[in-house]
């Protein structure tokens, strides 16, 4: 089964780093990208980047260009999306979902949530 | 960026009866391959996103035939032929033909 598991629920401070994690499992991690996506409190869907695997080719949309860094570990098939340091309006949910033009797996989600 | 307009924002409909909503993107679609990359997706409550329709009109794996898209270029729509229970949520087009894609603002769908 073709799966992406991502890491669990996080609670950080303003100003923190933090590194969430997308697993893919069931098929060649390396043959497909992977994308990331915020969902913030009770909105809609917004595209923040992707990555192809492969050649850790990458991609961000210019409102999350600087603001994040999308990276993945093709050894481990894992892909990863981290910040340098948190701020209050980062509190969302984050989904990673494989494919690019169109995505067919999704991940369960991570819930962020930043508050001092 | 490709400015994807969904309509209505909201959908009450009654059980076995039909819906439809319509998405309008700010640009073509077209790709340079030919292809047009215009998506569907359903978010039921307190869960991933998961894709009905890719490239205007191909359902996935496992999305019951009362789920059809249509539409080009820049004007498409997403039919429920008979609401179920089950199909209560937010349903999203999103563009993937040009960067960054773009979701449409999103429509919720209810039982009236």
């Known amino acids: 089964e073709v799966q992406l598991v991502q890491s669990g629920a996080e609670v950080k401070k303003p100003g923190e780093s933090l590194k969430i994690s997308c697993k893919g499992s069931?098929?060649?991690?390396?043959?497909?990208?992977i994308g990331w996506v915020r969902q913030m409190p009770g909105k809609g869907l917004e595209w923040m980047g992707i990555i192809y695997p492969g050649d850790s080719d990458t991609r961000y949309s210019p409102s999350f260009q600087g603001q994040v860094t999308i990276s993945a570990d093709k050894s481990i098939s894992t892909a990863y999306l981290q910040w340098s340091s948190l701020k209050a309006s980062d509190t969302a949910m984050y989904y990673c979902a494989r494919g690019i033009n169109g995505m067919d797996v999704w991940g369960q989600g991570t819930t962020v949530t930043v508050s001092s | 960026d490709v400015v994807m307009t969904q309509s209505p924002l909201s959908l009450p409909v009654t059980l076995g009866q039909p819906a439809s909503i319509s998405c309008r993107s700010s640009?073509?679609?077209?790709?340079?391959?030919?292809?047009?990359?215009l998506n569907w997706f359903q978010q039921r409550p307190g869960q991933s996103p998961r894709r009905l329709i890719y490239k205007i009109s191909n359902r996935d794996s496992g999305v019951p035939d009362r789920f059809s898209g249509s539409g080009s270029s820049t004007d498409f729509t997403l039919k429920i032929s008979r609401v179920e229970a089950e199909d209560v949520g937010v349903y999203y087009c999103?563009?993937?033909?040009?960067?960054?894609?773009?979701f449409g603002q999103g429509t919720k769908l209810e039982i009236k």
């Open positions: 069931g098929y060649s991690f390396t043959s497909y990208w």
């Open positions: 640009q073509s679609l077209v790709y340079s391959d030919g292809n047009t990359y």
């Open positions: 999103m563009q993937g033909t040009h960067w960054p894609y773009t």
